[in-house]
């Protein structure tokens, strides 16, 4: 029983699928740093991880320290990868107490980390971040060789792998990212002639692990495309993703307006002709991009139907003229298959101007979600 007429489904078997399709595409020697980041793109991050841990999946990825807390504090035991580093004496202390993996990119984080390793008699394990073209977090590829000296200095550390992340590998064109492995290939033999195991370096995103087998290296980094998102709406994938996410309202109204009439703020749509409309339970508010407003689409009683005027904050307003049998509480999907149409992720992104990601985190964290499992 709910008590909003909105409601996100997400299918943990469907999850499951997509990781057997991650592995279908990597050496089964190669590891997966599960991307659970941003409440696992709006998933949950709890009953995400849950499932990944359940389905064999070797470590989780998340932004920030208070991710990682959360998971440790719900039973996850796997090791867990803070992707944007530690910034505080409090965070190296959680840190070891709670057995994280840090990723590492300035002396001061080294410091920090080696100071409490020391005071506590233990190791940690950490990953070095260097930007290989993305011009983003991490050490310019050139410097890795300094830096990697400086981490054998500190008894404490344990370099687990050098790790980069990919600009443009879901383009056509390869030669960018060619040149990013490239960078990174030279940054690990670098380590390795300075006596570094490094036995988990990676790489590769959703996009990486799709388009270029030779950026796996030990692990790879999978986000989007556990969640049956592509990169990018206009990427072609490998083989087939399952999507995990579904979105549904109401029809809250149905009503005949004749011609010329306005519709929604701003009278960004006028009727030409008489037309029926149905005014649906979602809008901004519940996740849905008001960039959506006259160019989405919802399902209602199986057709596909445009969105009409401007997304308001909890409506939509839809052309159903010449759909038959639309009545109040009827379900309309904004996410979701309904009969034999369907409406993705990447579609909603295509109509809007973005990418699934955005769509995902929107959508799951506006509503009630309700987990199948
Ligand atoms: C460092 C890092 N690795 C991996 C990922 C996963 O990327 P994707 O969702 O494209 O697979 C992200 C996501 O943004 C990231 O920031």
């Not at 696992?40 to 932004?63: D, P, Q, W």
């Not at 991710?67 to 409090?90: D, F, T, V, W, Y």
């Not at 020391?118 to 971040?129: D, F, P, T």
Request: with cysteine; net charge negative; aromatic share 6%.
């Amino acid at each position: 029983m709910t008590f909003s007429p909105n409601i996100v489904k997400i299918d943990l078997q469907n999850l499951g699928f997509n990781l057997t399709q991650v592995k279908r595409l990597i050496d089964p020697k190669t590891r997966i740093m599960g991307i659970v980041k941003s409440d696992a793109y709006g998933h949950g991050l709890l009953e995400v991880a849950r499932l990944l841990e359940r389905n064999g999946i070797e470590s989780l990825g998340v932004a920030h320290i208070h991710e990682a807390l959360k998971l440790r504090k719900h039973g996850i035991r796997l090791p867990i990868i803070i992707l944007c580093g530690i910034r505080s004496g409090q965070d190296s202390e959680e840190v070891v107490n709670n057995d994280l993996t840090p990723v590492v990119f300035d002396l001061q984080s080294l410091d920090l980390l080696a100071g409490e390793a020391l005071r506590k008699g233990k190791r940690i394990n950490i990953h070095l971040k260097i930007d290989t073209g993305m011009g983003r977090l991490g050490i310019p590829h050139e410097e890795a060789g300094p830096f990697m000296k400086k981490i054998l200095e500190y008894p404490g550390l344990r370099l687990e792998g050098l790790m980069s992340h990919l600009s443009s590998a879901d383009e056509p064109d390869y030669g960018f990212t060619r040149e990013q492995i490239g960078n990174f290939q030279r940054a690990v033999n670098t380590g390795r002639g300075l006596g570094l195991d490094l036995p988990l370096n990676n790489l590769a995103n959703s996009a990486g692990i799709m388009a270029h087998r030779d950026s796996h290296f030990e692990m790879v980094r999978p986000g989007i495309m556990l969640y049956g998102g592509l990169p990018s709406p206009e990427f072609h994938p490998p083989l087939p993703l399952r999507p995990v996410m579904g979105f549904s309202g109401i029809v809250l109204q149905v009503k005949d307006l004749p011609d010329q009439t306005p519709v929604s703020y701003g009278r960004i749509y006028y009727t030409e002709g008489p037309k029926k409309i149905a005014i649906v339970s979602a809008g901004y508010g519940d996740g849905l991009p008001r960039s959506l407003s006259n160019r989405g689409k919802v399902l209602i009683a199986g057709k596909k139907v445009d969105i009409i005027g401007t997304v308001c904050m909890n409506m939509v307003i839809c052309d159903i003229t010449g759909v038959r049998d639309v009545a109040d509480g009827d379900e309309a999907v904004f996410l979701g298959t309904q009969g034999e149409e369907g409406i993705t992720g990447d579609d909603i992104a295509g109509w809007s101007d973005t990418i699934s990601y955005e769509i995902f985190l929107s959508i799951g964290q506006s509503s009630i979600r309700e987990y199948i499992e």
